[in-house]
């Protein structure tokens, strides 16, 4: 028993070069970061770490012949999901601090994201509760220096502290939910979650389960910035550069929302054909359509206010958060609604359009010329053609028009939604598109002002070619993710955490946990 | 997948990568060699065309298909075929655009347009190149639409000029009325046959209801009408001619203006089926034709000469494709005699706008008649391969015209033999009137522009010139097409062959051998036109003159272009304008009204949510823990029974 337990640790070992690459380089930056300062140096060694690592998961065994893991972790299609797009994300993050970064902080700044990275990573991976909760914390406490590092300024450092202090409470629910869930269980492992849960289905745990998963959700929604736990994001987008409120708005509703499925699908079997807390479920299923109503309303009518336009970024992201809810709400209404792929399927894409936005926003954001009213946008097609176009095409994909992949990507939820033959998921639905509707009104304002006023005030902008790249990235991947969403919809569908008997039934689980209580 | 899935989506990729390689990084990046990624993309598209032609026929068709998108019900398919007859489109299209883009290099050097120009183009042949690969209406349609689309960009190129943009406008509109036409037809057909797809429609041709199917039939023809410029929708091409000369060339005389002999061509089992629309379809185009050659005898706009030509010429191909009427083993003879010509008219055609557009660069952008004259020594290869063009356009042996021209008029000479031997005959006579007429005209524009004193307008700044070879190899090289065509691929039967092999002709005819008495018929008629051009505008100048000072009515109705225009502008233009007033108003009023009230609603509502978020992080904890609560207490509430 000893030496199995060995050997599959060895293994999962294996499996972790990708993350122990980025965990190394991470180091090799704080250090050497200490020595030298150089901008370009640390810049490109992030992004070799980065390539490095996508590298060794390119090369490590393919998702379906790795050996289904019972330990910390799980290497399933989702975590080789979760995997690509954080590497990709966070290398746009890279490109696009190269030149917002004071030069001295260059290489802390870049390590931080590294093991954000990571972290990211592992939450795809994470096999365990408290595997999870340490992976989302490897997210959240570089972000807190992350946000800081760049600027010095009281309203910077308000930002900062105020996200500290809310993530913290937010760790502490989420903290607190998994705790019931292990009193529940006896085991923090989500696989032995997933047997020992059915197996006590009569025993008149649904509202201890009930409240665990509430809690848990209401952690994890912090992470998403869905309504009522969205009240930092206005401020802490506005008060920090553009890099940190891209990174704010994508990397954590990724991680958020990764979470809530694994989750749910350890303790709730969104996938498998009986629900074993159907009661539970419905709770669940109820307060999701809650929380994606609020989200997307509240965040479109308050986008429509802003005249700052990070602020107006914030209320956008939080009204994604809503439409994202939808779907987790769709798959816990009907396990046939497809709701977890088109999850999956938004978060890649939403990854890509809401870094595209704020990349070009960081390019263009001077100390001199600082972007943060609306109407500093004014011109941006006659003084930099590119990335007003850029900028356009990512707002198109936000607002959900063809020919971009937001299209693709709302109409999966919108589809899921509708597919769960609930009439309350139905309405759902409607007001999504509604929601959708009066978005495009603030959305397409930005492109008008871009392309139709002329522009306000003549400084020569220096050209920032890699923030420019990281944007471009981003829009041509937007673009060419609407001409061919199929391979990115195979793996969405693919990457759905689906229970396995083998591992349930073959190792004894039943017996595991009745000795362990 | 096989090579020829492959090249068969190559074909139209590459001018589409090229285009947005120049739509992207033109202005900045490429500045001057803006048009290399096209021109490279069409040279490739070009050779992989060919790929197409030899290997299509051999296997009936091939074809391939791309999942666009696959989820669950919804399920949308792009499948591209190729048959003879599109592989034959295929090598046109992109051959004519080929020369026509290296031609470009020359003629639009140093536009400040000079990226969003082969943007534009490289868009084109790619829209061009997906029409003829469709598989199915719909997809033809929906490329139909987007060579509309660019035809619209490349007309209104010199947008800031009044008389581009409102050519522009008008092709749009008139178009959109054929077009409206052609979209009824779809849903006709969808309803009757449940399919758009071609074999799946040409499969239940034999079940439907002749009435149905006329219908379908022309409705099918109004948008053939609309974008192959024939009357009464005639009107827009002339005024297409603002755009660039290379755009004429390739679009509004060898390419897009040829959609709607495709189209015709393509849905010839329906049109065999149904009589009534094919003699419709004749005696439209036989009408155009001779309409069309009596415009073009008194313009003095040179390019304007050849567009009128274009719409005689494709009601001339018109008329061939409703030859078959009541005689369905005549179709095969009877199409492939309309797409011959529209072959060999496409190289000769190219060429001559080509030419006009050297002429035009030459006397500084004049393109009136009258304002130059005798450049034959001036412009020696322009003045010979003109020559060569016109040649071709009048029919005279042994040129590409005379073979594709002789073909249609033996098709309709052999249905005045068929069940409507009067109407046939008739038809038969405008042709051979329509032969002498284009002869000329053509040589009118020949005689005017390079014969007599040599006369440059002050535009030209005295020192017009030759132009360069990036301009003349293109046109020498459709000028090898336009005088060789022909025979290589008509007395031998080549082309017929070839194209027979399409599966769109259920019954095979019989050979047809070289109809003498029509040869000689038809080579009288051009040679008179040309020796009467000869003799008013080169041995006796001033006859033209008195010539139409004694006929004034019909030469001013001729110029006029028998009042069509202003006919459109009382009937339709006026009152549209009078309704759209009205609309403007009920706007301005009415719905902008509503718009301000639904967006107004949103803007107040959200206001009162604003108030909690007032920047204190206490109560942001509060706020949040609040809610926490509430679902907590009804999570309890609702599972604690």
């Known amino acids: 028993m000893d030496s199995q337990i060995a050997e599959q640790l060895v293994g999962s070992l294996k499996l972790l070069v990708p993350e122990a690459i980025l965990i190394a380089a991470a180091c090799v930056l704080f250090v050497g970061g200490t020595i030298y300062r150089c901008r370009t140096t640390w810049s490109v060694s992030a992004l070799i770490a980065l390539a490095l690592a996508f590298l060794a998961w390119w090369w490590g065994p393919a998702a379906d012949a790795r050996p289904p893991s019972v330990g910390l972790v799980a290497f399933t299609p989702l975590a080789s999901f979760v995997s690509v797009l954080s590497l990709g994300a966070v290398a746009v993050v890279v490109l696009s601090a190269w030149n917002q970064v004071p030069e001295s902080f ?3 700044f870049h390590a931080c994201l590294l093991v954000i990275a990571a972290g990211t990573m592992l939450v795809g991976a994470a096999n365990d509760l408290l595997l999870l909760f340490l992976a989302l914390e490897m997210i959240s406490i570089p972000t807190y220096v992350v946000l800081y590092l760049p600027r010095r300024d009281a309203r910077n450092q308000e930002a900062a502290l105020k996200y500290f202090l809310l993530s913290v409470f937010a760790s502490a629910i989420f903290l607190f939910g998994v705790s019931y869930l292990y009193g529940l269980a006896g085991t923090t492992n989500l696989t032995a979650l997933s047997v020992a849960l059915p197996i006590q289905r009569d025993s008149g745990f649904d509202l201890l389960l009930g409240l665990a998963l509430v809690l848990v959700l209401a952690g994890l929604s912090f992470r998403v910035a869905a309504v009522p736990f969205h009240f930092y994001a206005p401020d802490v987008y506005q008060g920090t550069v553009p890099v940190c409120a891209g990174l704010l708005a994508a990397i954590p509703k990724v991680a958020g929302f990764v979470g809530i499925l694994v989750v749910l699908n350890a303790a709730l079997g969104l996938t498998s054909a009986e629900s074993w807390f159907p009661q539970v479920r419905n709770v669940v299923t109820a307060l999701c359509w809650i929380l994606a109503l609020a989200s997307m309303t509240l965040g479109n009518l308050l986008a429509l206010l802003q005249s700052d336009l990070r602020r107006l970024l914030a209320y956008s992201s939080i009204a994604h958060a809503g439409y994202v809810l939808a779907g987790v709400g769709a798959a816990s209404a009907s396990s046939g609604s497809g709701g977890q792929e088109a999850v999956l399927f938004y978060l890649f894409i ?9 990349a070009v926003l960081g390019m263009l954001n001077l100390a001199e010329r600082p972007v943060e009213a609306v109407e500093d946008l004014a011109g941006l097609w006659q003084t930099r053609p590119v990335a007003a176009l850029t900028m356009a095409v990512c707002l198109f994909s936000l607002t959900g028009l063809p020919p971009t992949a937001g299209f693709w990507a709302k109409l999966y939820i919108f589809l899921s939604a509708w597919a769960t033959e609930s009439v309350l998921y139905r309405v759902l639905a409607v007001a999504l598109a509604v929601n959708a509707a009066v978005a495009a009104w603030y959305y397409v304002r930005l492109v008008a002002i871009m392309y139709l006023r002329p522009p306000g005030r003549e400084v020569t902008i220096p050209s920032d070619r890699p923030g420019l790249v ?21 793996a969405s569908r693919q990457a759905v955490p689906v229970p396995d008997p083998s591992v349930q039934a073959g190792l004894g689980w039943e017996r595991a946990v009745a000795r362990d209580r | 997948m096989s090579d020829l899935d492959v090249a068969l989506r190559i074909v139209p990729a590459l001018p589409l990568v090229g285009s ?7 202005n900045r990046l490429l500045g001057s060699k803006s048009h290399l990624p096209v021109v490279v993309g069409l040279a490739g598209a070009v050779l992989f065309s060919f790929m197409v032609l030899v290997e299509a026929p051999g296997s009936g068709r091939i074809s391939t298909s791309y999942d666009f998108v696959d989820l669950g019900n919804l399920h949308i398919n792009v499948v591209l075929r190729a048959d003879a007859l599109t592989a034959m489109m295929l090598v046109t299209v992109n051959l004519v655009g080929f020369l026509v883009a290296v031609y470009s290099r020359g003629y639009m050097a140093g536009d400040p347009g000079y990226a969003r120009y082969f943007a534009e183009l490289g868009l084109f042949v790619f829209s061009m190149s997906m029409l003829v690969l469709s598989s199915n209406f719909l997809l033809l349609y929906v490329f139909w639409e987007a060579v509309g689309l660019c035809s619209y960009l490349l007309i209104g190129f010199w947008y800031e000029r009044p008389s581009a943009a409102a050519a522009a406008r008008k092709a749009f509109l008139v178009n959109r009325i054929g077009d409206a036409g052609f979209l009824l037809g779809l849903m006709l057909m969808w309803t009757t046959f449940g399919t758009l797809d071609y074999d799946g429609v040409f499969r239940q041709v034999e079940q439907a209801d002749p009435a149905t199917l006329t219908a379908i039939c022309l409705l099918l023809f109004t948008g053939a009408i609309g974008k192959s410029a024939q009357f009464p929708l005639h009107v827009w091409l002339p005024d297409a001619m603002e755009g660039p000369s290379p755009v004429s060339a390739l679009i509004h005389a060898a390419t897009m203006v040829t959609a709607g002999v495709y189209l015709v061509a393509r849905s010839t089992p329906l049109f065999v089926a149904s009589p009534t629309a094919q003699l419709i379809v004749a005696g439209i ?16 706009d040179l390019k304007r000469v050849l567009a009128y030509s274009t719409v005689s010429q494709l009601g001339l191909m018109f008329l061939a494709l409703g030859a078959a009427a009541g005689q369905p083993k005549l179709a095969e003879f009877a199409v492939v005699a309309a797409v011959f010509h529209l072959f060999t008219h496409a190289f000769f055609k190219a060429l001559l706008f080509l030419a006009a557009g050297s002429v035009m660069h030459a006397m500084g952008d004049v393109i009136d008649m009258r304002r130059f004259g005798g450049l034959r020594r001036l412009l020696p290869w322009t003045h010979a391969l003109f020559l060569v ?5 009048a029919g005279v042996v042994p040129l590409a015209g005379f073979w594709s021209k002789d073909e249609i008029l033996a098709a309709v000479h052999e249905a005045s033999h068929g069940p409507y031997p009067g109407f046939f005959t008739v038809c038969y006579y405008t042709a051979v009137l329509t032969t002498f007429l284009t002869a000329f005209y053509t040589f009118r524009a020949y005689f005017l522009t390079f014969w007599g004193e040599e006369r440059v307008p002050e535009e030209a700044h005295g020192h017009a010139h030759e132009s360069g070879w990036v301009m003349l190899v293109p046109m020498a090289l459709l000028a090898v097409g336009a005088a060789l065509a022909g025979i290589l691929f008509g007395p031998t039967h080549l082309f017929a062959e070839y194209l027979g092999k399409t599966p769109i002709f259920a019954t095979h005819g019989e050979e047809h051998g070289l109809n003498w008495t029509v040869m000689m018929t038809s080579t009288l008629a051009a040679g008179v036109g040309i020796g009467l051009a000869a003799w008013l505008y080169v041995l006796s100048p001033s006859l033209p003159e008195r010539l139409r000072r004694s006929l004034p009515g019909l030469y001013e109705l001729s110029s006029n272009r028998f009042y069509l225009d202003e006919l459109y502008g009382v009937l339709f233009v006026g009152p549209a304008t009078m309704l759209s007033n009205f609309c403007r108003l009920f706007d301005q009023y009415i719905v902008d009204g509503v718009v301000d009230l639904v967006g107004w609603v949103p803007g107040a509502v959200g206001r009162v949510f604003q108030t909690p978020q007032n920047g204190l992080v206490q109560y942001y904890a509060l706020a949040t823990t609040i809610g926490l609560a509430i679902f907590l207490v009804f999570v309890v509430l609702t599972l604690r029974g």
């Open chain 1, 106 to 108: 260059t290489a802390e």
């Open chain 1, 350 to 358: 939403y990854a890509a359009m809401t870094l595209g936005a704020f």
């Open chain 1, 470 to 490: 990281g944007a471009m990235i981003c829009g041509v991947f937007v673009l060419a993710a609407f001409l061919f969403p199929g391979w990115l919809w195979s």
């Open chain 2, 20 to 26: 947005i390689l120049t739509a992207f990084l033109g």
């Open chain 2, 285 to 300: 185009g036989g009408f155009t034709a001779l309409l069309a050659a009596l415009m073009a005898l008194t313009q003095f």
């Open chain 2, 389 to 393: 063009g016109a040649l071709a356009l």
